[in-house]
C-alpha cells in the first residue's frame, strides 16, 4: 500500500530535550517536506527536500533541522525544543499527476512539549 | 506572497442540507488549486483539485470550479452527510513549485 509513515504519533517531552519525528515514505517520490498544523493558522512548510541530499527552508524553520540522506526517509530534528513548538506535525510527499503536483500526507504527529 | 482566505467556521448543518464553503486566493502565476480533507484524528487527505480556469474538481458528490477571473475555489456539496464532518482546507501549488499554500480551514459538523 502506497503510504507516508510517521513515528511517533504522539510525544510528550520537556523543553530542551533533543528529538526525532521519522518520516518515510514508499512511493520513490523524489519530494518530501514537513507542515506543522495550528489553531487559526492551518499547515504551514517548515522544511522541504527534492532529493536526495538536498534540502531547503519553507515558511517557519527556525528551531528545526532535517536530513535527506536516503530518497524514502526525511527525519525532523527538533535539537532543543521549545513550548512553542507544540504543534500537530505533518509530513508529506508528492509526485506529478495529470501536469499537477499531488501531496500525499502522513497521519501526523501531536508533539506536546513542557 | 501567496495566500488562501477561507471562510471561519464551524459550519454547522443539517444532514441533508446544501454545503458551500468559500475559498479565495492571492497567487502570482497561475496556481493548482485543492481541497483537502481531514477527519478527526487522521492527516490531510486529497479531496479534489483543479489544474486550469474552469476546470470542475469533484469527488464523493463534492464539487469545486477554478474561477480565475474571482481568483476563487469555492467547495459545494448538494447533501452533506454526518459522515463528512471534518475540517476542509483549500491550498494553492503555484506553477514550478511543491509548497502548498493552506488556508486556516474550516470545521463541517453535520447533525442527524
Known amino acids: 500500500e502506497a503510504q507516508v509513515t510517521q513515528n511517533p504519533r504522539y510525544l510528550i517531552t520537556v523543553t530542551g530535550k533533543k528529538l526525532t519525528v521519522t518520516c518515510s515514505q514508499n512511493?520513490?517520490?523524489?519530494?518530501m517536506s514537513w507542515y506543522r498544523q495550528d489553531p487559526g493558522l492551518g499547515l504551514r512548510q517548515i522544511y522541504y527536500s527534492m532529493n536526495v541530499e538536498v534540502t531547503d527552508k519553507g515558511d517557519v524553520p527556525e528551531g528545526y533541522k532535517v536530513s535527506r540522506k536516503e530518497k524514502r526517509n526525511f527525519p525532523l530534528i527538533l535539537e532543543s525544543p521549545s513550548p512553542n513548538q507544540t504543534s500537530l506535525y505533518f509530513c508529506?510527499?508528492?509526485?506529478?499527476?495529470?501536469?499537477?503536483?499531488?501531496?500525499?500526507f502522513g497521519p501526523g504527529t501531536r508533539l506536546t512539549v513542557t | 506572497g501567496d495566500s488562501v482566505t477561507q471562510m471561519e467556521g464551524p459550519v454547522t448543518l443539517s444532514e441533508e442540507a446544501f454545503l458551500t464553503i468559500n475559498c479565495t486566493y492571492t497567487a502570482t502565476g497561475y496556481p493548482s488549486l485543492f481541497w483537502y480533507v481531514q477527519y478527526p484524528g487522521e492527516g490531510l487527505q486529497l479531496l479534489l483539485k483543479a489544474t486550469k480556469a474552469d476546470d470542475k474538481g469533484s469527488n464523493k458528490g463534492f464539487e469545486a470550479t477554478y474561477r480565475k477571473e474571482t481568483t476563487s475555489f469555492h467547495l459545494e456539496k448538494g447533501s452533506v452527510q454526518v459522515s463528512d464532518s471534518a475540517v476542509y482546507f483549500c491550498a494553492i501549488m503555484n506553477t514550478g513549485f511543491q509548497k502548498l499554500v493552506f488556508g486556516t480551514g474550516t470545521r463541517l459538523l453535520v447533525s442527524p
Open positions: 512511493m520513490n517520490h523524489e519530494y
Open positions: 508529506a510527499s508528492s509526485q506529478i499527476i495529470a501536469g499537477s503536483y499531488e501531496q500525499y
